[in-house]
């Protein structure tokens, strides 16, 4: 399953338990700033890609426009942490649809698995 925009790849999947104050907090952001809630809120990460196990997972909260980038959720283990974040300008010809600064490449560029 994969959330409208984001590339038809593997991803881990896990999701993680949003506390309802940090819900709130995107509400508010997108109350305030415009944009969309994720309605699929599992990590993005590609599962097989070397780096995983060592760096945090990460989903999309809530999209907040083409020049704003995302409300992100980046966690390991309970512990979460939103963060807004630009996003990757990194591919010239396709959108990357993740955060400036994502550990690995971007998913376009990673072997489907």
């Not at 990460?45 to 426009?65: I, Q, T, V």
């Not at 966690?75 to 963060?83: A, M, T």
């Not at 300008?89 to 560029?109: A, M, N, V």
Request: with cysteine; net charge negative.
């Amino acid at each position: 399953m994969t959330e409208p925009g984001l590339p038809d790849e593997p991803r881990c999947g896990r999701t993680p338990v949003v506390p309802p104050e940090m819900a709130e907090t995107v509400r508010t952001i997108l109350g305030s700033e415009g944009g969309t809630a994720s309605s699929d809120t599992s990590c993005l990460r590609h599962p097989d890609h070397p780096d995983h196990a060592d760096n945090p997972h990460y989903s999309l909260l809530a999209d907040l426009g083409a020049k704003d980038g995302g409300a992100w959720t980046l966690w390991r283990g309970p512990n979460l942490l939103l963060v807004l974040l630009p996003w990757c300008t990194t591919l010239e010809d396709e959108p990357c649809l993740l955060f400036h600064g994502h550990p690995g490449p971007c998913p376009s560029s990673q072997p489907s698995g």
